[in-house]
């Protein structure tokens, strides 16, 4: 499954990963690489538990990038 994740860099360095499609899923860590890892984790635990209490999954993303040359 895919689903987009966005990072920030905090005013301390560290970088924040959020997934969008599940509220409330957020992770971090000392490094972009770390952050998205984390981000990983935490969307596998949040996809469980919503297997665990019967709640739907939202769907993975479909996604395109275009290029445009200005």
Do not use: W
Not at 20 to 47: F, H, M, V, W
């Amino acid at each position: 499954m895919r689903y987009r994740v966005l990072i920030d860099q905090d005013e301390d360095g560290m970088f924040i990963a959020e997934c969008p499609s599940l509220p409330g899923c957020i992770s971090q860590g000392k490094t972009r690489r770390e952050a998205l890892e984390n981000i990983q984790d935490a969307i596998r635990g949040y996809i469980e538990s919503l297997k665990k209490h019967n709640e739907p999954i939202p769907p993975p993303i479909e996604e395109e990038i275009v290029e445009v040359v200005i």
